[in-house]
């Protein structure tokens, strides 16, 4: 009998700002949840019949509550995990700060790619240094070929 390798599909975003920093969520510290206290892209599962587009506009609309046209986000590459297969986007944030409304995670920030790529970000509301996720540490050094853009 062949095995079959079940990946769960999910999405990661890339939120780019108009000053070229990136959006950061800093996940809860939750066993339960994949790297739990690190900072991460916000996104999630895939859920049955959407496209990666849809369930990236879906996510950014229940974590941060903004609404994303899935036609203006872009598709960069699919990574695989430990049981994952991780679909990753890039979307222009068009939005100031003050109008994200966090829904999921302990804390959201702004960050050039190099001090991402440092691999540890400070959370101005817990008022401490958080790791990156490790995975996020090669997707960003992809990411930095468009990183000018």
């Known amino acids: 009998m062949d095995k079959i390798s079940v990946f769960r599909e999910v999405v990661s975003v890339f939120l780019k700002a108009d000053d070229g920093s990136y959006l950061m969520q800093l996940r809860d510290n939750k066993p ?12 999630g599962s895939i859920e ?16 941060i509550q903004i609404h994303a046209d899935p036609g203006e986000i872009s598709e960069f590459r699919r ?9 990753t986007c890039r979307f222009d944030l068009k939005i100031p700060r003050s109008k994200l409304n966090l829904q999921e995670g302990a804390d959201l920030g702004f960050f050039p790619i190099n001090e991402i790529l440092s691999g540890r970000l400070f959370s101005q509301k817990l008022d401490a ?16 070929c468009f990183a000018s853009d």
């Open 79 to 87: 990574y695989s995990q430990t049981g994952l297969r991780v679909h």
């Open 32 to 43: 339960s949840i994949v790297f739990p206290g690190n900072w991460g892209l916000f996104g």
């Open 129 to 144: 240094y958080f790791d990156v996720a490790s995975p996020l540490m090669g997707y960003f050094k992809d990411v930095s």
């Open 48 to 63: 049955s019949g959407e496209s990666v587009c849809e369930a990236a506009s879906r996510e950014l609309a229940e974590e």
